[in-house]
């Protein structure tokens, strides 16, 4: 029996209903009493760093993302906030009965922002370019691509069975952004980047002040889809009620939170705990909590020293997890222990298995590894990116627990764009620190692709990772995950998971409907006067 996704079928969806109006902004009516709200046309986003570009097929940074996605960009399907995928600028979805093949048709008369009609081209152009650009993907589909049944719809069929094929568009961990196909043959041959910014969104990219701001600007065309005050996560109706965004670059966290209580700013996104009492019980500003995902050490297994197991198996034991987030995030608050590679709240993958490994720390046992592993005092390499202030934190905890153990640890810390070319480089760290965000499915666990910074190339990895993808039910799944979760924590070790976290940001309270879904999402916002 085919599966058909429809647009407004909401499977477990948990929807949050926002202000429907005209895209003109000025006055809105409040939803609880009808009357008269003056609001503002502008509003200012302080994000913590400048990503390198905002094409988001091939830079994975977030900042670009919550730039770019839903706001210029949308895909063939998006996520609800139960991490649901449902059609975007799908109209629907059909998948045969052993999910090798996936037909989309394409909702009708969806226009991009240089006033060309989005058609079936254009999408073939952008899927098979996200799939050229994202490891994991291709490991899904194969040397399978998108190709073009007519002008509004398309299809792919692939060899061996994709079950969260549509997991993986909608997720945007590794962003399935729709562009004209002329703008990806434009791109500038040396980067490969894509050099201009055009979507199919409810704002349209206007501006980049180097080092100060993107601008975007309402998309007066924009023709909102779905049910007028119904949406949740990514899905679901928008408009642009504000007409100017600017997303602000402010590196200093503590200039982002005092920016929103002075007015400078309506949102400051990632503050760092030891703020918080600035604003907890302040009736002014709102703070947003959301997980953000886990804190850990990710391992070069490509080259130098971390590609020997027994060296990582000496940091898992080395190193005392709680410590480790404690210095991060200071308060319980804003970080929980857990050894499950997917969240607590998505059960469907929870799993505790090879948790026996986890929070046990024993520095006598890895002293032994680092004897068995011929460990002679070289350094030990760690990379950090400095913008983020947790990271150094971390890494302060981490170098020195590792020299109780007699390791020589050398922190290399780089400014966020510098970190992530450096990442990209196997000859320049032996580990690095990340917080790779929630995923849908465990498929999507970054660390996991053989092509990311990291280089997990173990071949049980990806064949467990293999059979994952080729199940025909989330049952089948689950049980390949558990062996694979296992084998990672007791041998192959290609990260060490200190905890989950959760990051605050804070907006004031003028500033009503925005939703923090992995970031702050501007869509369906206004700013009261």
Known sequence: MKMRWKQMIAMGLCSMMFLAGSGQAGVRVSAADDTAVAT???????????????????????????????????????????????????????????????TYYLRKGVMFHNGQEMKADDVVASMNRWISAYGSVAEMVGDSRFEKVDDYTVKISMDKPALFLNELIAGQTQCSAIMPASVIENADPTTGFVKEYIGTGPYCFIEWADGQYVKLTRNEEYQPYGTPGEASGWWGYKNAYIKDVYFDFVADATTRGTGVLTGQYDFAYMLPTDNYPMFDGNPDVVIHKE??????????????????????????????????????????????????????????????EGSDCYNNTDKEKAKKYLEEAGYNGETFRILINGSVPCF??????????????????????????????????????????????????????????????????????????????????????????????????????PVVKYGELYNYSVSSAKVKNIEVFVGPYVANAIVEE
């Open 392 to 493: 150094t934190s971390m890494a302060v905890v981490i170098k020195a627990e590792l020299e109780e153990i007699g390791m020589n640890v050398e922190l290399k810390s780089a400014e966020a764009a510098t970190f992530l070319n450096q990442r990209n480089d196997p000859t320049a760290y032996d580990a690095f620190l990340a917080t790779p965000l929630p995923v849908c499915v465990p498929i999507m666990q970054i660390y996991m692709n053989p092509s990311w910074p990291g280089w997990t190339t173990d071949e049980k990895i990806q064949e467990l990772n293999g059979k994952i993808n080729e199940s025909l039910t989330v049952e089948e799944a689950k049980g390949y995950w558990d062996e694979l979760q296992k084998y990672c924590w007791e041998e192959a070790l």
């Open 291 to 352: 997980n953000a995902g886990s804190a850990m050490t990710v391992f070069n297994k490509q080259e130098g020293l971390a590609t020997d197991p027994l060296i990582r198996k000496a940091v898992l034991y080395a190193v005392e997890p709680e410590h480790v987030m404690q210095a991060g995030w200071s308060s319980e608050e804003f970080y929980r222990m857990e050894s499950s590679y997917m969240s607590q709240e998505q059960a469907a993958w929870y799993s505790k």
């Open 40 to 102: 503002k046309d502008v509003i200012h986003v302080a994000l913590q760093s400048v990503p390198d570009s905002l094409d988001v097929h091939y830079l994975s940074d977030q900042l670009a993302r919550t730039i770019g996605y839903g706001m210029i960009w949308e895909s063939l399907m998006t996520m609800t906030a139960d991490w649901v995928p449902q059609p975007e600028l799908a109209e629907s979805c059909e998948v045969n009965d052993d999910c090798t093949e996936y």
